[in-house]
């Protein structure tokens, strides 16, 4: 009786024992399962705020893209409900240097003084500046600093240059002298564009291509910028000044008429390309959308025509 009562004994005791282990195991299992659910179900989360984030700023593309509406409209700002948001940024695309336009040496110039206000040194400035206009020329003899074909057929490089007009920003990355601007100036991408009206407008332009195109002091610049960008220190808010009189502009830059005659004709104060830059927000998550848009009048009525989209 003894010998099975301590036999039940070692069996109840093996029960208890493999009960724990699989106590244990479950648990281990459940942790496991619980864990790796709650990072599908964070990342799920977050793939849901950024496309709710993505829908809002569609949202305010799709107000920005009515014709009627200004830079600055209080429709371009929106709070759905609380965290939830959209904000809509319109400015001129002329405010970027029109780079197919390089072959025009006042704008070279200008570009090479960018280049060294942004901390270039002159030679390695010109350098960039001639081989990007020898990269659009249709022909293949090099600008004074530039670079065609013999060069880029020396680095590994021979179907280059296109000689033709570039059609994205992101090919500059290949040109002679870029390699010394992107180290100085990250955001060199900012200051470019293949998409305006080939005017540079004088109501977007950043501060270093107004003080390099007008050869204004840098004091002047930085306060026509001032004035025009408003309190907030924004371009294309509520409260920024919208330049209508060319006069105004050479007073605050302190240029003479004779001087603003040399680059006049590249410069307008309303160019027809809107960049209407949405942003929707959910929470601390944000979704940029981007749309260039031309001002298209017919029949006395404007139009907004996409010419390009994109995510930013
Ligand atoms: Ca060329
Ligand atoms: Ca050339």
Redesign the pocket.
Known sequence: MKLVFSKWRRKRGMALLLALVSVMALAIIAAGLYESSQASWEENTLSRARFQAGILAESGLSIALHPDIEPGDFALRHELAPGRSWEVRITSEGGRFPVNSMGEERLRTAVVDMFVLWGLDAATASRAADSIA????????PLPNGA?NTYYAGVDYPQF?P?TDITSIEELVFVAGMDEVEQIQPFWRDYFTVRSDALIDFNAASLELVQALTGATADAAANFVAVRKGDDGIDGTVDDYVFDDIGEVQALLGISESEWEEFSSFVTLEGTVRRIESTGRVGEFAETRVILAEEVTENNRTTLRPLARFRE
């Open positions: 020898d990269w659009i020329d249709s022909d293949s003899d065609e240059p000689n």
